[in-house]
Structures are given as C-alpha cells and as structure tokens.
C-alpha cells in the first residue's frame, strides 16, 4: 500500500490493525515509514495482541515520533473503549466478530479514513458501507466517505507549560512533556525534588488482583505494566534507578483470604512472571522463614527509592526543562491566558498557558484544588537496622511490609493516620515494629529498634484512585450531568490523589495527561480514563445522598 499520500501532510498519523499476529506487518510498516522522508512527524500504531494481559498497553519506543499501543480486548471492546482518530485500519483475520465493530470503526475514523480489509464476510462489508465507507472494486480497499461532520479536535496548545511539585507525580509530568517538546518549568518549595512524599528510602511497586478484575485492579496493572517499560526506558532499576525487581511476596491475611486469592488464580489462570499462587510450603522455602499462609509473588515488582526515579525523569527531559526550586509556597493565578506563580515576596515564579498541579498534598492549599475532596494521610515508615531482621530475597508485606536491606537499612511500615505532626512518633514505630513482628511470625524481631524512619503525607481521594485531567471549576459546574460537560478551568490540570502507589502511577498518569493535553490515540481504556477525571467528583457530590450518610 501507498502510505505517503496518507502521512505525507500530517502531524501524526494513526493505524489500527485489527491483529498484530507475530509483529512483522507492524514492522514492515513502521519500516517503510522511518525510511520515508516524506513521513509523518508522528506514527502512533495500535495493534490488537491476545499475548499480552488483558487491556491496553502502551510499549514505550525508543524512536521519537514513534508509539505503539497493543490492546488485548475483543474486537468491538477494543474499539469502543479506544479514544483516537484512525487514518488507517486494517481490518484482517475477523471473520469471526460480527458486525457490530462497524459503527466503532466509523466513530473512530479520521476525515478521510482509508480501510485495508482481507477475508471480510459479506455482512461485514455491507456493515461498513452502511457507516458510510465505500469499497474499490478490488474489494480490499475502502475509504471513509460520509459527510456527517467529524467532532473538531481540541487545537494542541501552545507547548509551554508548569508543573508544580518535583516529587514522582510532577517529575513524570515534565518527562513526559518534554519527551514531546514541550518547555517545562518545574516548581517546588523545597530546595531539591523529592523531599516530601517521594522522599523515603525505599517505595513498593506490584500489582493489585481481584477476584472480578475491577476498576482498581485493571488500573494498577496498567500502571504497574506501563511502570516496568517505562523505568527500562529510564536506564533501568538497579542501574539509572535505585532498587531491585527482587519480586514482592505478598502473603494472606488469613485462611478466608488464602481461599479467595486461590480461587483467583483458579478462574484467571495468569502468567507465573506476573503473578503466582504459592502454597505456604512453598512461600517458607522461597523465604527461608515460617508463614501463616500462601501469598502472590510478583516476580517483576520490588521496591525503588522514589527520589532516583525523580531524578532519572528529570535527567531524561534535558534542555527542555527549567528547575525553580527552594521558592516556598507559590501563590497561583490566572491572568489573560495565562498562570502566573508568584513567590512570598510576589515576585514572579513561572508564567505559563498550562499549569500541572503535582504538588501532593500540598494541593490542599491551592484554592483552584480546594473543592476536591483531597485529604492528607500521614505516614510513618521505619528504618530498621538489617542486622535485626531476618536477610529477605524478596520484599515481604501483608498488612506491613518489609524491604531486603540496602545500605543496611530495611524499611517497614507504614502507618496511616489524620495526625498533622510531622515529627517521628515513638507510638507510629512500635505500630511497624508490631506489624513486622506479625508478618515474620516472630514476636521479638527488631527488639529494640532506635526510633529512625520518615513521616510523609500521602494525597488521597475516598475513592483511593488518582486525579489526572483537567481540573474541575466546581462554582460553575450548576446541573451536569456528564463528565465531558463539566465545565473546567482553562489549561488547568491535575496529577494528584497517588496514595499508597505513586511509583507506579507517576509515570502511566504523566503519559495519559501528556496525550490528553496533546489530543493524541490514549493509552487506556475510556471507561478507565473516565474513573480518573478529576471531575468525578462533581457529579458524585450532585448524585450523592442528602446526609450524614452521604459521608465517606
Ligand atoms: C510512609 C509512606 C510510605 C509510602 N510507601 C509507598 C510505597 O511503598 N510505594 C508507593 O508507590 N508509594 C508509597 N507511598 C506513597 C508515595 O510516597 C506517594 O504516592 C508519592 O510520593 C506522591 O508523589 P507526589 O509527587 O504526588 O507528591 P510529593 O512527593 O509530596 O510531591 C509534591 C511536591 O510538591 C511540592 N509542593 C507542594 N505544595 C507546594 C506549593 N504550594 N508550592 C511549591 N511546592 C509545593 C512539595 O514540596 C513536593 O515536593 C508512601 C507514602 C508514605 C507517606
């Protein structure tokens, strides 16, 4: 097929292809279109893969311009659940879906959409006649010819943009951002990044499982998945960043969840270097130490310290990327098109058309956030000496975790509490000491342990999930009902709400933005994009229940 007349005047041009088989179609044509010098800037190539989990995966690319997206769903799911606009698709080897993709298809299709079809049945190919594309008379080419009008696409702004907050969550944004080009100025209080949550020596990174595969889970995975090739790209844990893919032993709370976790891996049958059911004997060897039941070992997780991660995102953003930190609490405001973020003194910061709130908790305070029902959850890690506990190979955790010694220190933890202070508490210690003692089945572990450790503030929203999207202007949302009519302030967006999980939600939120803002194919599920709209909680505070109730 000829491709130039397709890519020749385009910014980006996008291909679905309705299987990826073994790659090499996939290949060829990203061949063909790096050796082009008529090529698009852009080729964005979204393939569907049944090896893979189930969802969409984004495998990050070393040639710029390039991104491949492979979705595991069947056919219409895929479709449906895609949000891009397609130049060309490839429609092969699906016989057996119906016809129902048809209308999916012509949502999705760009002006002018070409189709490349082989072994379409009959009903098929009237089904996309009838959505308005029109056959060659060799039958295997089609174009999209109906004049209803496409919905217009969002102009991409101007590539110039602040994130406030240098800890995992904006440090993400401004990779991102400049792996686009975009100028980033990057904001913080404190004189270096990653010295508030993203500040401890060692974070957990792992999966989350469901007996029914929900919302949560499917995002975690995606997140997790996405973290371990973009961290590759990065140079890599254990070299550009601090830590080890040593695997995570996640252990049973108890028999009742011993027996769900085993039914879980009964009905979803997943691959043994993703998760794996181990039998307590099992788990005892892999540890070398009694346990109270069986758990998941998540061969590829581990524990990073967040801070190398930071500075391996802003390492890799280069030129692009001005630092302004140490300059205290901004104050932010919106003049003409633009934000401006003024110092203690009123002195400008940053001045910029797009503004990205990755400030944590701290987005508490920013009146633009106030009306999102963020709440700070203190934490309180331990730093146990490694000689008190017993030398793990894998990062240990049920209720509490345990990380294998670096720099001979082992982290445990971590508590959650309401309190303010951000002091060490002797009473937050004993709480690890005790849980680490229940997981090691071994009521004196760490007798003695000198009170060391960190506090931070976790950001969290009730329902856990983070925040990432344009930021919600509660005062003049009045009676919306749908997501896409919530109003929103102009070039405002949030990566915020990261919980317990910000190592592996940093870098999949900062890609989701980036192709949001950019009005890129995404990388998720819309369903699942939807479940992080910060504006979700617009409409849940108009649907919620009058009353104490209603409360959280
Ligand atoms: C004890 C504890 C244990 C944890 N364990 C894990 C774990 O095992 N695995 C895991 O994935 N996650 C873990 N987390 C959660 C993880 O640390 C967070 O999800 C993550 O660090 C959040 O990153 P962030 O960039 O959103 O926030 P932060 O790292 O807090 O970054 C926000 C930045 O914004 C700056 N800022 C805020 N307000 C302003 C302002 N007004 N002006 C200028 N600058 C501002 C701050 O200085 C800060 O640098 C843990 C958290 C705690 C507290």
Not at 21 to 27: E, L
Not at 278 to 299: I, M, Q
Not at 317 to 333: Q, S, W
Not at 353 to 374: K, R, S, Y
């Amino acid at each position: 097929m000829d491709y130039r007349a397709g890519w020749c005047d385009r910014a980006r041009f996008t291909v679905f292809d309705a299987h990826y088989g073994d790659g090499a179609a996939i290949r060829v044509l990203t061949d063909v279109w790096r050796t082009d010098p008529h090529r698009s800037p852009g080729l964005h190539v979204i393939a569907r893969c049944d090896h893979l989990l189930p969802g969409f995966h984004r495998m990050p690319q070393a040639e710029p311009g390039l991104t491949v997206d492979l979705v595991n769903a069947p056919l219409d799911e895929a479709l449906a659940q895609l949000t891009a606009r397609i130049d060309l698709f490839r429609l092969h080897d699906i016989e057996h879906a119906g016809t129902d993709f048809a209308r999916h298809v012509a949502r999705l299709a760009a002006h002018d959409a070409r189709l490349l079809v082989q072994g379409l049945t009959q009903d098929q190919v009237a089904a996309l006649e009838a959505q308005g594309f029109v056959f060659d008379a060799d039958g295997r080419h089609a174009r999209f010819a109906s004049r209803k009008p496409r919905p217009p696409q969002p102009p991409v702004p101007e590539r110039r943009a602040i994130v406030l907050g240098a800890g995992v969550a904006g440090s993400a944004a401004a990779e991102r951002l400049c792996a686009r080009k975009w100028q980033v100025t990057i904001v913080d209080r404190q004189p270096a990044p990653a010295m508030e949550a993203s500040g401890n020596r060692a974070g957990i990174f792992m999966p989350l499982l469901s007996k029914d595969d929900n919302v949560p889970t499917r995002l975690t995975r995606a997140a997790y998945l996405y973290a371990l090739r973009h961290w590759e790209h990065l140079g890599g844990i254990g070299r550009a960043i601090e830590g080890d893919t040593c695997g995570v032993l996640q252990l049973a709370r108890d028999a009742d969840h011993a027996d769900v976790q085993r039914a879980i891996a009964a009905d979803h049958s997943l691959p043994p270097d993703f998760a794996q059911w181990l039998e307590r004997p099992e788990a005892e060897a892999l540890l070398g130490l009694p346990v109270s039941d069986g758990g998941w070992l998540f061969r590829g997780a581990g524990w990073a310290r967040p801070g190398s991660v930071c500075e391996a995102m802003l390492a890799a953003c280069g030129g692009r990327l001005e630092r302004r930190f140490g300059v205290g609490d901004v104050r932010i405001e919106h003049d003409g098109d633009q934000w401006r973020l003024t110092d203690a003194h009123g002195d400008l910061v940053a001045r910029a058309p797009t503004l990205i709130l990755a400030n944590g908790a701290g987005a508490l305070d920013v009146p633009q956030a106030a009306a999102l029902p963020l709440t700070a959850l203190r934490g309180q890690v331990s730093h146990v000496p490694a000689d008190m506990v017993p030398q793990l190979p894998v990062v240990l955790c049920r209720e509490a975790y345990l990380t294998p010694a670096s720099g001979g220190v082992c982290s445990a933890g971590a508590t959650y509490d309401a309190d303010p202070n951000p002091a060490l508490s002797p009473q937050s210690h004993e709480e690890n000491l005790q849980k680490l003692r229940g997981l090691l089945s071994d009521p004196h572990a760490a007798a003695g342990a000198p009170l060391e450790g960190r506090v931070g503030f976790r950001c969290v929203a009730p329902d856990r999930l983070p925040l990432v999207g344009r930021l919600p202007d509660f005062a003049a949302a009045g009676a919306t009902e749908r997501l896409r009519d919530v109003p929103r302030h102009p070039g405002l967006y949030g990566l915020l709400g990261y919980a317990s999980r910000g190592l592996i939600w940093a870098g999949f939120a900062a890609e989701l933005l980036a192709a949001q803002i950019e009005g890129e194919p995404l990388p998720l599920e819309s369903s699942l994009v939807d479940a992080l709209d910060p504006a979700r909680f617009v409409l849940r505070a108009r649907r919620a229940p009058r009353g104490p109730q209603a409360e959280n």
